[in-house]
Nanobody
């Protein structure tokens, strides 16, 4: 079992930066692939980024490539999402998720555990 708690959301102006963190509890955290998803009001949840358990491989949605960076720290049981050059269209609730399989998936259905989410609002 893995429990995930996100933090770091807030209100930022367009062009600004935020760093989201996700703290995981559970002994097997290091064996999971981790992902970030987001959901804007009235829209479906969408994939943002994923990282393999080793941290050596990452995968990004085209909409955030070059602006967002996913990373993980096994010693601290955390996965982070550094978000730069934020745009109003990045406004959403951001969710951390864990996948027990050794893969990089952008499919919501393939993730086994989810956090409660943290709100990011980008003003124009």
């Amino acid at each position: 079992q893995v429990q995930l708690v996100e933090s770091g959301g807030g209100l930022v102006q367009s062009g600004g930066s935020l760093r989201l963190s996700c703290v995981a509890s559970g002994r097997t955290f290091s064996a999971y692939s981790m992902g970030w998803f987001r959901q804007a009001p009235g829209k479906e949840r969408e994939f943002v980024a994923a990282i393999r358990w080793s941290g050596s491989t990452t995968y990004y949605a085209d909409s955030v490539k070059g602006r967002f960076t996913i990373s993980r720290d096994h010693a601290k049981n955390t996965v982070a999402l550094q978000m730069n050059s934020l745009k109003p269209e990045d406004t959403a609730a951001y969710y951390c998720a864990a996948d027990r399989a050794y893969r990089l998936s952008q499919l919501e259905s393939e993730y086994d555990y989810w956090g409660q989410g943290t709100q990011v609002t980008v003003s124009s």
